[in-house]
């Protein structure tokens, strides 16, 4: 006859044994592994709060050293603007007193070339030689040969008939050669006709030339009043070796040449 067993007691109480070492094993794991959890979930907020606190203070030093350097800084700054604006002040008042320097020698510089101006006029003033004016000898001697531009006149050395320009009064070697009149040294040239020849302006358009001279005494630009020694009678070029040592004294106005000895002195 078929009958269901009952299972024993023995066998029953093993198996509740199991699920209940089953369960509590089970709740021990359970308590270790959360016990673990918030271990680990305290250690990972310790050390977020950790990171947290050593950054805020790495913040609150950085902020601190830019405030320290900030404030060391703002007096060099201040310093420095400060030599900035005194630099500034000194080239200013630097360029003040040079402009003011440069101004009175500027003015005195105005004043002397107005001075000068002034002595060149005066002495220009002078120099106004006009028709009725006189001339005095340049060398004391006779006229070889005389001025003569509407005929031609013989050269004994040059053996030939030439229009001559100029007077030509004999003097013997050394002897002084005096300016006519007043005038300003206008030129010193070397001539193969004439030799050293010094060409004084006298005004209004009149110049005089001293040829065949040595030893001049005068020198470009100077101002000469009559008589004044400007050179001696040298030896004569190759153009008048025949007629000897003399003076050739030539006289233009406005460039042409004009007779001397229409203003001569007797």
């Known amino acids: 006859m ?111 070339g107005a001075s000068a101006s002034s002595q060149t006029a005066g002495s220009a003033g002078n120099v106004s030689f006009n028709g009725e004016s006189i001339l005095l000898w340049p060398v004391d001697g006779n006229v070889i040969m005389n001025y003569s531009m509407d005929k031609t006149v013989y050269f004994s050395t040059l053996d030939q008939y030439k229009y001559n320009p100029a007077l030509i009064i004999s003097g013997a070697e050394g002897d002084q050669v005096i300016s006519s009149t007043t005038g300003i040294v206008k030129s010193i040239d070397e001539n193969a006709q004439t030799g050293t020849t010094v060409n004084i302006d006298i005004g209004n358009g009149y110049e005089l030339f001293y040829g065949q001279l040595k030893d001049v005494t005068v020198s470009t630009g100077d101002y000469v009043e009559a008589k004044t020694v400007i050179g001696y009678v040298a030896q004569p070029t190759k153009y008048y070796s025949v007629e000897g040592c003399n003076v050739y004294f030539e006289m233009r106005k406005d460039g042409q040449p004009v007779n001397p000895m229409d203003y001569m002195a007797d």
Do not use: H, W
């Not at 979930?41 to 990171?51: F, G, I, S």
């Open 2 to 112: 078929n009958k269901r067993q009952k299972p024993s007691k023995s066998r029953r109480g093993a198996g509740i044994t199991l699920a209940v070492c089953f369960v509590a094993a089970a709740v021990m794991v359970g308590t270790y592994t959360l016990r673990n959890y918030q271990e680990a979930k305290q250690q990972e907020q310790a050390l977020a709060e950790e990171n947290a606190d050593t950054k805020e203070k790495e913040s609150q030093e950085e902020a601190g050293s830019s405030l320290v350097i900030n404030t060391e800084e703002d007096p060099a700054d201040g310093a420095a603007a400060g030599e900035d604006q005194g630099s500034a002040a000194q080239g200013a008042a630097g360029e003040a007193a040079e402009g003011q320097t440069g101004g009175a020698g500027t003015s005195q510089g105005t004043a002397s």
